[in-house]
């Protein structure tokens, strides 16, 4: 059966009925039903709650066309239109409240699915978040945290394209491509953590303790030559760009299992070695050796409430705070008793004066 139109309903042609208008909203038409079912507009506008001069102007409105109230008769009785246009309100009245309903359910069903659902975040190698994982987890039992481990390459991409809400990272983020460019992200640095240099088991710098830069200058660095500066500078085998280029597809995992053929030398950040950590590579402090920092990295149009309540987590908020109470001031000693008692001395002055 097709929906009939409230002009149709009506017997009106619809170009001149302007109560097919938009205007003619639910909560109108709401407002028109109240009235007819009230012997008075001031009755029904104290039952609607609402000023009697705003039902007014609203039937006014919607009355703009045929007359809807017969004058003659007095108080709401209705004209052969009102009549008409009341059966066509009740139908769109009640489509409306449908799918008011409609709406809300799914609403509630989003929510719980939001709810039930994990909270998926990424991590490159080396990073440890169990202590914010496990402070979410207790606070959102039934919304637990989904752990993805990928390359430092990639290490911004699901956050990127959606696919997590958080990443854990290592600065500085690299766009990977002109559409990755395009999706800004907040990021908020943790903590710096020293780098190592490892080469295989039996090498020369197992002897030492430390080692300076100046200790590698026969070596060939396998990775970036970023990841030890200067060093490019002092080589005696700095290695072609292609044979460089070979390598910088290298997980960590790979590039350690590369270090171990004793090919080369690397620089890791500490805990990637301890990670990856093999028998046969062994691990030195390495003086001027760059330092890592690790950082959360969000997009900044994501102000979903469970992103901003992991990153407060992450900063160190507790349950009941509330990003948008401020800092407490630092309470200083008051020094009006000093300014006291320089007046009282000074009062003394003058009197013995």
Same mark, same amino acid.
């Given at each position: 059966?097709? *929906?009939?139109? !409230? ?15 938009? *205007?003619?909203?639910?909560? /109108? ?7 007819? %079912?009230?012997? &008075?507009? &001031? ?15 609203? !039937? ?5 066309? =045929? ?27 009640? %489509? ?41 987890? %207790?606070? @959102? ?6 752990? !993805? ?56 710098? %197992? ?24 060093? &490019?500078?002092?080589?005696? @085998? ?12 290298? $997980? =960590? ?21 301890? /990670? ?7 691990? *030195? ?32 908020? /507790? ?7 401020? $800092?407490?001031?630092?309470? *200083? ?21």
């Amino acid at each position: 059966m097709d *929906r009939i139109t !409230m002009s149709e309903a009506a017997g009106i042609d619809a170009d001149d009925d302007p109560r097919d208008d938009p *205007r003619a909203d639910p909560q /109108t038409l709401r407002w028109f039903i109240a009235v007819t %079912e009230s012997p &008075s507009f &001031s009755k029904a506008a104290a039952e609607l709650g609402i000023a009697r001069q705003k039902l007014s102007a609203a !039937m006014l409105a919607l009355e703009s066309g =045929p007359a809807l109230f017969d004058r003659e008769v007095g108080g709401t009785a209705l004209t052969e239109a009102g009549r008409a246009l009341l059966g066509a309100a009740r139908i769109r009245v009640a %489509e409306a409240e449908a799918q008011a309903a409609a709406s809300a359910a799914e609403a509630v069903e989003h929510a719980q699915a939001l709810e039930t659902a994990p909270f998926p975040i990424t991590l490159v190698a080396g990073v440890t978040v169990s202590k914010w994982t496990t402070r979410w987890d %207790e606070r @959102n039992p039934a919304h637990p945290v989904a752990v !993805m481990l990928v390359d430092d390459a990639a290490q911004a991409h699901a956050v990127r394209d959606g696919t997590a809400a958080c990443a854990f990272v290592r600065l500085p983020i690299v766009a990977g491509g002109t559409r990755d460019s395009e999706v800004r992200l907040h990021s908020i640095p943790l903590y710096s953590e020293d780098s190592v240099v490892i080469a295989a088991k039996g090498h020369l710098i %197992e002897a030492a303790d430390v080692l300076e830069l100046t200790d590698l200058v026969d070596e060939r660095l396998l990775s970036p030559p970023q990841s030890l500066p200067g060093w &490019s500078e002092i080589a005696k @085998n700095p290695g072609t760009p292609e044979q460089r280029d070979q390598l910088l597809g290298l $997980t =960590p995992a790979q590039l350690i299992e590369v270090v171990a053929t004793g090919a080369g030398i690397a620089v890791l950040p500490a805990s990637i070695v301890r /990670t990856f950590g093999r028998k046969d590579v062994i691990a *030195r402090p390495l003086t001027g050796a760059p330092q890592s920092t690790v950082a959360i990295a969000w997009r900044a149009d994501d102000d979903s409430r469970e992103t901003e309540q992991f990153v407060g987590i992450v900063r160190g908020r /507790t349950e009941r705070s509330s990003r948008a109470e401020p $800092t407490p001031p630092t309470e *200083r000693k008051k020094a009006p008793a000093v300014r006291q008692r320089s007046a009282s001395s000074h009062a003394a002055r003058r009197k013995r004066r």
